[in-house]
């Protein structure tokens, strides 16, 4: 497995624990507001940690961290995910999982496998719109699966949607609630312009409002039990 570098401590990325967070090399998505651009690519170019040494790490935070957070890039695009998650869950670690969604089939695997203990599931768009958000042609019928598998997983997890005002208006906030209908998380995150992609976006790039916020929360509770913004 591919992986492109380590943060050893978080308090903030896996709900209610300690956790370390492992990036994941490589992504099949272009989000022009990606905030890792450098984790997209599997090149020469790519700088990689080796797992052994990440295991080696992990093995020194037993007892002082909860968790291990693997995000990305996309985790799932890689075939061995499943042995490197079984390896840091022998040394005792909870493993939540970031993903967008695209590899309904690892996923379902993962899960079967009780491989993992928290899901968040990126929502980039409404479905109509994903393939012009993602920056990439996306089947579409992958994500709903996704969805579908997280929705009845019966492990805990999130929904997650970054929010750059000029990509997602008010009533593709409606669509993403009745596509996400009964779900239990589902936050909305705040654009953030420091690092992306697209670095138009750096000077373009701005948030709803506060009552703006708030107004795009009141019509998702309607469809979803808890909605944050972050």
């Known amino acids: 497995m591919l992986i492109g570098g380590i943060q050893k401590t978080s308090l903030l990325d896996y709900p209610g624990k300690i956790s370390a967070i492992i990036f994941t ?13 450098e984790l997209l690519k599997t090149g020469e170019n790519a ?7 990440v295991l080696d790490f992990l093995k020194t935070r037993i007892g002082k961290l909860d968790g ?8 799932c695009l890689h075939k061995d995910l499943p042995e490197f998650i079984k390896a840091v869950k022998q040394l005792g ?22 491989l993992i203990d ?10 109509e ?13 992958k994500i709903k699966r996704s969805v579908h598998l997280v929705l009845e997983s019966g492990i805990d997890y999130e929904f997650r949607t970054t929010v750059v005002k000029s990509m997602l208006a008010y009533d593709d906030f409606e669509k993403i609630g009745n596509e996400i209908h009964g779900a ?28 703006e916020f708030l107004k795009i929360c009141e019509q998702l509770r309607l469809h979803i039990n808890f909605v944050g913004v972050r």
Do not use: W
């Open 118 to 127: 928290y899901i968040a599931m990126d929502i980039k768009a409404p479905f």
């Open 184 to 211: 239990k998380h589902y936050y909305l995150q705040k654009f953030v312009p420091t690092k992306t992609l697209d670095t138009k976006l750096l000077r373009a790039g701005e948030n709803y409002s506060e009552a």
């Open 68 to 75: 291990v957070v693997i995000t990305g890039g996309e985790p």
């Open 129 to 141: 719109k994903y393939s012009s958000i993602a920056g990439c042609d996306i089947d579409i019928e």
């Open 93 to 114: 670690f909870l493993v939540k999982l970031d993903t967008n969604g695209s590899f309904p089939g690892m996923l379902e695997n993962l899960i079967n496998e009780n």
């Open 25 to 37: 090399q490589g992504c099949n998505f272009r989000c022009p507001y990606c905030h890792n651009p």
């Open 47 to 53: 700088s990689l940690v080796s797992v052994s040494s």
